[in-house]
């Protein structure tokens, strides 16, 4: 499968804003975050809306999850998301 494709999807993923936002939050973080860390950072997100967010950038293999008690902690699984996160950062357009 011809590499654009294979990235399509997660480019699809990574489209959304409040995703970018938590993509960002975890690359700043010098450890895994539990879920109410994210929910603070992300600009008045609901929980449940973080949550599902969470979730779908778990599915696609972006972050890993790992639960600890009653608390889920979340870090950057495929460090390769974050050159696209720093593309855009680097390309900024108006």
Request: aromatic share 6%; with cysteine; net charge positive.
């Amino acid at each position: 499968m011809p590499t654009l494709e294979r990235i399509a999807p997660i480019i699809r993923v990574l489209s959304h804003p409040l995703r970018l936002r938590i993509l960002d939050f975890l690359e700043k973080s010098d450890c895994p975050q539990r879920v109410t860390e994210i929910v603070n950072a992300s600009d008045g997100a609901q929980q449940a809306i973080v949550s599902q967010q969470l979730k779908i950038l778990r599915d696609t293999g972006i972050l890993n999850s790992d639960r600890r008690g009653n608390c889920v902690y979340y870090s950057i699984a495929n460090t390769k998301a974050l050159y696209f996160l720093d593309c855009i950062r680097r390309h900024e357009v108006v």
